[in-house]
């Protein structure tokens, strides 16, 4: 199992921390590495679906992958090893979530929903979309707009 750190930053304003909710949609693009072939389809991984593998392939996965080209299926399964929350205090990437990756590796993601932030004055603003990249809203308690600005990602092999 190869193991890949799912890298975000992003500019926070007035906002404390940002997290995936419970039921969060990973939203990616992965690669066979039997063959190297990039699949050009988006896929929702969600930690809910539990897959048990093939005999050869033994464990829980969230997510099996049958390349197009060489026929080889790869597997993904959702880790909270390491993960962290976004924070105001944090200018530099932190590792939200992490895959162990057995035939195959992401290679793209997108933010797209369900996310949880927190503002300052704690108001937590559920089901937050960052589909557009950024997100902005209004809190009352503290007075001020909150928003999530400049998400950036990246893969890391650990
Ligand atoms: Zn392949």
Request: proline share 3%.
């Amino acid at each position: 199992m190869v193991k890949f750190n799912l890298m975000v930053k992003a500019d926070l304003e007035q906002i404390s921390e940002v997290y995936p909710n419970d039921n969060f949609d990973w939203v990616v693009k992965v690669k066979c590495t039997g063959c190297n072939t990039d699949s050009e389809k988006w896929h929702d991984i969600n930690e809910k679906n539990e897959i048990t593998s093939d005999s050869k392939n033994k464990g829980t996965f969230h997510f099996s992958f049958k390349c197009k080209f060489c026929s080889r299926v790869g597997y993904l399964a959702i880790s909270h090893e390491g993960a962290k929350k976004l924070t105001a205090e944090e200018k530099n990437f932190v590792p939200l979530i992490a895959f162990d990756c057995r035939g195959l590796e992401p290679i793209d993601f997108q933010p797209a929903v369900g996310w949880v932030a927190v503002s300052d004055e704690g108001t937590k603003f559920q089901d937050v979309s960052l589909a557009d990249g950024e997100w902005c809203d209004y809190d009352e308690a503290l007075g001020s707009p909150v928003g999530i600005y400049n998400i950036e990602h990246k893969f890391t092999r650990v």
